[in-house]
């Protein structure tokens, strides 16, 4: 799934039953970064993307946007969230 650059996503936390998902804490997606859309419910008008560190840009500090950018590793992936209608 191609991602229009500067898509504003949230980074994911583990809740209940250990499921994962989307926190308040936003991060930008570089330009030309592929996700990879996952089959996943619980986000409310979110949906659940697969991503590599890399293409992530925080927009607020937090300890979890920190956990989720960094180190920006070319082979590791983490799950964001983004909107729906995005």
């Keep these: 799934m ?3 650059k500067n898509t504003v996503c ?3 936390e583990i809740g209940h039953n250990n ?3 989307p926190t308040g804490d936003k991060v930008m997606i570089k330009e030309g970064c592929i996700g ?3 089959s996943w419910i ?3 008008n979110k ?3 697969r991503i590599l560190k890399s ?3 925080p927009i607020n500090i937090t ?3 920190t956990k989720n950018t960094s180190p920006p590793n070319k082979n590791e992936f983490t799950v964001v969230w983004i909107e729906k209608n995005v």
Excluded: D, R
Aim: with cysteine; net charge negative; aromatic share 16%.
């Design 2 to 4: 191609n991602i229009e």
């Design 10 to 12: 949230y980074t994911s």
């Design 19 to 21: 499921f994962w998902y």
């Design 36 to 38: 990879q859309q996952l």
């Design 42 to 44: 619980g986000g409310g």
């Design 47 to 49: 949906i659940a993307l």
């Design 55 to 57: 293409c992530l840009v």
């Design 63 to 65: 300890e979890n946007t």
